[in-house]
């Protein structure tokens, strides 16, 4: 990885500093074991362009959609799944770039690594953890590698591969070094390690149990995938002195308006609650990121004014620290029902909704949407739109637009999986005046010509039959939770369809579209849909 050479013999005098960590390891008994030293040179010394390309540096991680979008084909084809780790990544690609440091503490007395006294340094053949271009490095190089033994890497996320070989089937998601594999058939994992066995890169392989700060529970014989934050959640409360915290019902209280006119008048925040509040949103966000996705519109509100907040905020901030604590161990469920989808089609729909000027600083409003594949959650999103709505139906429009954009991304990536999705695919809406004008009933209404006129893409979408747009009762439409703070009832009832305890259909069907009525009463278990 390294050469020590002459600091003298260098034409540019510039010497990278080094940086310095230890790796502790810890027996049954919660003693000290082992430290091991490691050194590392510290990218953020690095000079731009000289040492590194600063538009290649970003890791090679698989969007959460498609990471999703893997669990719910394991799920509803009843497929295999590893985690494999690649060890050592980031020792694995040569250095493009002349990057030399100073001999690390630790080695002085070593002639083997300083042979010339002072006048030592270390020139870096390889990568390490540490330099910033590593990571997008060992991407490239371990991308490639998989392309040229045929496995085709997809267009609408880069950082999936696929490889059909019969009735094998074999997909991978990358997420810098880790690899979530999917296979169709007992040993179709094969294709996968092949390729590795052929390559210079060395691995391990795992159950799929724990991944991304989430416990894993996948039983095949039941279809059922379960998502939790129990191990995450216990290593949270200890670390921020919150095990005490007393429990909350929901995220935030109804009516809660957070407002960058509370912050603090100071030149600097108050560091000791800066670091604070940023620590434990930023705990609270990986939460809301992958399992809790109820909480997403609580996290977007209070990030807003992270860069300064007061002690009011960091209580608003702990009452949603305490609603994190009473469903920790509640997991996100994904199940398959071939009693629901008897055929290997995949069948998408989402809500959506928006909160009109919502936001007491911008008057700009909120957008929020959910994509479910059988029932299971795919995807959604709470956040602040780009521009302010003039009306309650831009607001709506902006909101239908952005979850078309997703629903349309999701039926590339089905696509060159080589997975066919019924069509149309329907979106649940509140807004009637929305649905009129994206189907062209309100074309000449002289109060929407203020509508961006890229978005009335949706007019051709939906005239080519794609995707089509039906109306929901509010009352029943779940993206109402990713929008506003709503009431405990209704918090709970839509938290519910969120997390997969049940199917997000309204209990009222009567205003349903023909084609969606007739995928239920078909299925012969609208019973498994009724709510109490």
């Known amino acids: 990885v390294i050469k020590p050479i002459r600091r003298s013999t260098l034409f540019d005098p510039h010497i990278l500093k080094a940086g310095w960590n230890c790796v502790a390891k810890w027996d049954g008994d919660g003693k000290l074991k082992k430290v091991r030293p490691r050194a590392f040179p510290k990218g953020c010394s690095q000079i731009p362009f000289a040492e590194f390309d600063p538009w290649k540096i970003s890791s090679f991680t698989a969007r959460k959609e498609s990471i999703m979008a893997i669990l719910f084909i394991l799920v509803k084809f009843g497929w295999y799944i590893y985690l494999y780790d690649i060890t050592k990544a980031f020792f694995s690609e040569r250095l493009k770039e002349k990057i030399v440091s100073e001999v690390p503490p630790g080695f002085e007395d070593n002639k083997k690594y300083k042979p010339y006294g002072a006048d030592t340094v270390w020139l870096y053949l390889m990568n390490a953890y540490g330099l910033r271009q590593a990571s997008h490095d060992f991407g490239e190089g371990y991308a490639e590698t998989f392309i040229t033994k045929g496995w085709k890497r997809l267009l609408s996320d880069v950082n999936v591969f696929i490889k059909r070989a019969g009735k094998l089937v074999c997909i991978f998601s990358l997420w810098v070094d880790d690899n979530f594999v999917i296979f169709s058939e007992p040993g179709a994992h094969k294709l996968f390690e092949d390729v590795l066995d052929d390559s210079k890169y060395k691995f391990t392989k795992e159950k799929f149990e724990y991944a991304l700060g989430m416990n894993v529970d996948w039983n095949r014989e039941k279809a059922e995938l379960r998502l939790s934050t129990d191990n995450f959640s216990a290593r949270f409360f200890k670390m921020h002195n919150l095990e005490k915290l007393h429990p909350k019902s929901i995220p935030l209280p109804v009516g809660t308006a957070i407002s960058r006119k509370d912050c603090p008048d100071l030149d600097k925040p108050d560091p000791e609650l800066y670091s604070k509040f940023r620590s434990i949103l930023g705990g609270l966000s990986h939460a809301a990121n992958w399992v809790h996705r109820e909480m997403a519109v609580a996290i977007s509100a209070l990030s807003k004014i992270m860069s ?47 909160d009109f000027a919502g936001c007491v600083d911008t008057r700009r409003s909120t957008s929020g949407f959910s994509i479910y594949g059988d029932g299971n959650l795919l995807a959604s999103y709470a956040g602040i739109q780009a521009s302010v709505a003039l009306s309650t139906c831009q607001a709506e429009w902006a909101a239908l637009v952005a979850i078309i954009t997703m629903i349309l991304w999701f039926l590339n990536l089905f696509g060159e999986l080589g997975f066919e999705v019924e069509l149309p695919v329907l979106i ?7 649905i009129a004008i994206a189907k062209g009933a309100a074309q000449n209404f002289k109060r929407v010509k203020h509508f961006d006129i890229k978005e009335l893409f949706l007019k051709e979408i939906i005239k080519k039959g794609d995707i089509d747009v039906v109306y929901v009762k509010s009352k029943d439409n779940v993206a109402d939770l990713l929008t506003k703070f709503l009431p405990k009832a209704t918090f709970i009832k839509l938290r519910d369809f969120i997390r997969g305890d049940i199917l997000p259909v309204p209990d009222d069907k009567s205003n349903w579209s023909t084609t969606l009525k007739e995928m239920w009463s078909d299925s012969g278990a609208l019973d498994y849909l009724d709510m109490e």
């Open 428 to 434: 649940l809406c509140d807004s009637q005046s929305c």
């Open 308 to 354: 300064n907040p007061c002690e009011e905020h960091m209580k608003l901030l702990l009452h949603l620290a305490g609603y994190f604590k009473s469903v920790a161990k509640k997991p996100l469920i994904m199940k398959g029902n071939k009693r629901l989808f008897p055929t290997d089609k995949i069948r998408l729909w989402g809500y959506c909704d928006s």
